[in-house]
């Protein structure tokens, strides 16, 4: 069984909600990034983590790219077209708006006071917004990849759950109706109750 250190509060949400999405059961430990709850099982404090086999694993994007391969769902073959579409659309969100909320979490409440830039938010909010069409025009129905969820949309909603949370540029019509869709799943609802 998989052990999975993080809230939902953070990219943990990633894991655990794909982790639902496969039906797959899991252990999950509360700790938040740095803290010292996570450095006990992770030596950084980053989280989330994946305990598997006495090994800590620390990416969110790793992870969910193993855990979807390993149990085969929410993913596409490797050496399809259909992977190679799936994987465009997810470098396409962490280059154009994880990064982006990355870069302003470290400048509003990461970085030490001292070395948080204020005036770099503007451009990166400016930035973000001109991403949320170019994420529009990348849907295909009702996900990314037409009729079938998968981990680009786990990652694509999170961002926009941070987007909201950070008060950056509001997403049109088309990609709030688009995150409520993935909202609704279960799977969501449940990696929810979760700590």
């Keep these: 069984m998989y052990t999975v250190l993080g809230s939902t509060r953070n990219r943990t949400l990633r894991v655990i ?95 030490p006071p001292a070395h948080r830039v204020e005036a770099v938010k503007p451009v990166l909010k400016w930035e973000f917004e001109r991403s949320l069409k170019r994420l529009e025009d990348r849907l295909q129905g009702d996900y990314l990849m037409g009729d079938t969820f998968t981990i680009a949309d786990i990652l694509a909603t999170h961002c926009l759950n941070w987007a909201i949370n950070a008060k950056f540029p509001e997403a049109n019509t088309t990609l709030k109706n688009y995150a409520k869709r993935c909202r609704g799943r279960q799977a969501y609802k449940r990696a929810l109750t979760d700590t």
Excluded at 48 to 56: F, H, N, Y
Excluded at 67 to 89: A, E, Q, V
């Design 17 to 111: 909600w794909t982790l639902e999405e496969l039906g797959v059961p899991y252990n999950q430990i509360a700790g938040m990034p740095g803290s010292r709850d996570a450095k006990v099982y992770s030596k950084t404090g980053k989280v989330p983590a994946l305990i598997l086999d006495g090994e800590v694993f620390t990416d969110s994007i790793a992870i969910i790219y193993f855990l979807s391969d390993l149990h085969n769902g929410l993913t596409f073959p490797t050496g399809s077209l259909d992977r190679l579409r799936m994987d465009g659309h997810i470098n396409f969100l962490l280059e154009e708006f994880d990064s982006l909320l990355w870069v302003a979490a470290k400048n509003s409440f990461i970085n």
